[in-house]
């Protein structure tokens, strides 16, 4: 068929701007599968190329921050782009790259994974990184969403040793940021998995599941690119949460028993 497949591009996407992992376990092989369970379409801008096994990341080459730009304008010029998942960024220039397509794009949805360290402890963010990425990019997001390592980083403090001390950090972050932080409970202990929303000027807004022992990679990738593509489903932020959570408990069960 001559002249593309136009039909498609103005089905809603999802951009996903993120590192793929040559695993499959996290990064970008996740985020599309997840944003096709919820029947949309994804484009996408690679930030960095990683060769990883489940246990180790053995080498990560970042992308040029001119083509990571490059293939979000392409992505926005070609797609009706409904909602953008940020994933690992690696670099302060890549960073600075991705805020300023932003500024420059259609005002959409935007949720941050923050990748900071791998769960076999490489830096998958350049240490000087982090204060560029707390001061340019996070309060342009609609969410921002750290476990509770990622929160303890960007808020100076120590690991929160309970749900009430996480909770506290998350409220602080949100208002530093002027956006709303979802703090992932994945990394507690409890016998019930616990998330807080957290929104300047808002009450907590608390979300429970049973915390089902085994573990997955690539959980957090999954769920923040839930949360986007119901964002970009036109739902609240709120049921988003509530329906990403629940997309993760549902791949967790399903992982017990395959
Ligand atoms: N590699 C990439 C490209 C990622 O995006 C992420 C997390 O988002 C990871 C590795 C870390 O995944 P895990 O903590 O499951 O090892």
Do not use: Y
């Not at 807004?205 to 089902?212: D, K, S, V, W």
């Amino acid at each position: 068929m001559a002249g593309g497949d136009g039909a498609m591009a103005m089905t809603p996407h999802v951009l996903i701007v993120a590192g793929s992992d040559s695993s499959g376990g996290a990064g970008i092989a996740r985020d599309v599968v997840t944003v096709s369970a919820f029947g949309l379409r994804s484009c996408l801008a690679i930030t960095a190329v990683t060769v990883q096994t489940h246990d180790t990341v053995e080498q990560i080459e970042h992308m040029p921050p001119e083509l990571v730009a490059a293939q979000m304008r392409t992505a926005f010029a070609a797609n009706q782009v409904a909602a953008v998942k940020i994933g690992m960024l690696g670099t302060a220039a890549a960073i600075e790259a991705v805020g300023s397509v932003l500024a420059s794009s259609p005002k959409v949805p935007v949720v941050l994974d923050p990748v900071l360290v791998s769960t076999s402890g490489r830096l998958l963010l350049e240490e000087n990184a982090i204060d560029v990425l707390r001061r340019d990019l996070m309060p342009v997001c609609r969410l921002v969403t750290p476990n509770l390592i990622e929160l303890a980083t960007l808020t100076g403090s120590a690991l929160a040793p309970d749900e009430e001390r996480a909770r506290l950090q998350g409220e602080k972050l949100s208002k530093t940021l002027g956006t709303a932080v979802l703090v992932k409970g994945g990394h507690g202990r409890g016998s019930k998995s616990v998330d807080f929303l957290l929104q300047p000027d808002c009450p907590a807004i608390q979300f429970e599941a049973p915390r089902l022992r085994q573990g997955m990679r690539g959980t957090g990738c999954m769920l923040s690119s839930a949360i986007t593509a119901s964002l970009a489903l036109g739902i609240s932020l709120e049921e988003s949460v509530g329906a990403g959570k629940q997309f993760i408990f549902d791949a967790l069960a399903r992982s017990a028993t395959t």
